[in-house]
């Protein structure tokens, strides 16, 4: 099988190039199943109803999400009612939402999603390698094809996952940093990996953000209110294939496709 697996959307624009692209690029890539992390879709911090509605509608299929998940108070019933939306599974065990969807792609193949938050430089959170051990446990044979979405800020703590989890699930993404790495590869023991998917929003700003705010930020240190930027939208992301069988990547492709 094949699945397509989205960085960042940040904000309208993000949104705005997903709908005008996903249906073209599954046709494409003749993917069955797509993953997109929205954490910043809504105003370019957290998530509503109508906007992950909106991104359901578009085309995919499971979303995942990170530290910005809670930030729309409007959004909270959304992510405890909503199976397709996750929030980090190593947020306490009473947090609203969960961190794991188990379910089928539309040609009936068993998928696991598994959304889980990076503690360097991050809010404190469980540990995100026994989490990730402890899920993948409960799971055991119920899908061989399993993703990974790892929310983190440090380079490190990302490549130390791919490699724990190496063998053990079909792809390990990062999200979070919003700029693509160029290092994507299939790990020895059989797992696609990227330590950034990079954004889907606008590239002409500073991660999303317009540029002048954040760059007057820097300058002085004061208390600045960020908009989303609006220029040069752009969807990035990975298509990876993946034995079905065995839940082993066969290849994996970075995309970045303009608007």
Not at 5 to 12: C, S
Not at 85 to 103: E, F, V
Not at 191 to 217: F, R, W
Request: with cysteine; hydrophobic share 40%.
């Amino acid at each position: 099988m094949k699945a397509i697996i989205i960085g960042d959307i940040v904000g309208k624009p993000g949104r705005a190039i997903l709908t005008q692209t996903l249906a073209r690029l599954k046709e494409q890539h003749e993917a069955e199943f797509v993953v997109a992390n929205v954490e910043n879709a809504a105003a370019g911090a957290g998530i509503i109803a109508r906007v992950a509605d909106e991104i359901l509608n578009a085309g995919v299929d499971v979303m995942t999400s990170g530290n910005h998940i809670y930030d729309k108070k409007e959004g909270i019933k959304y992510i405890e009612n909503e199976p397709r939306m996750l929030r980090p599974a190593n947020y306490a065990s009473d947090a609203p939402g969960r961190g794991l969807w188990l379910g089928s792609t539309v040609a009936g193949t068993p998928v696991a999603v598994i959304n889980i938050q990076g503690r360097v430089f991050m809010p404190p959170t469980e540990c995100p390698f026994k989490t990730a051990e402890r899920i993948i446990t409960e799971i055991k044979s119920r899908a061989a094809v399993v993703i990974v979405d790892h929310h983190a800020e440090a380079t490190s703590e990302k490549w130390a996952m791919g490699r724990y989890l190496d063998g053990r699930v079909s792809v390990v993404v990062g999200t979070h940093t919003h700029v693509q790495t160029a290092d994507e590869q299939i790990l020895p023991g059989g797992t696609a990996y990227i330590t950034d998917l990079g954004m889907t929003g606008p590239h002409d700003s500073i991660i999303g953000v317009e540029s002048q705010l954040v760059i007057s930020k820097f300058l002085r240190g004061m208390p600045t209110r960020f908009e989303t930027a609006v220029g040069d939208a752009r969807l990035n992301g990975i298509v990876v294939e993946i034995d079905e069988r065995t839940g082993k990547a066969v290849n994996i492709q970075r995309l970045q496709v303009k608007g």
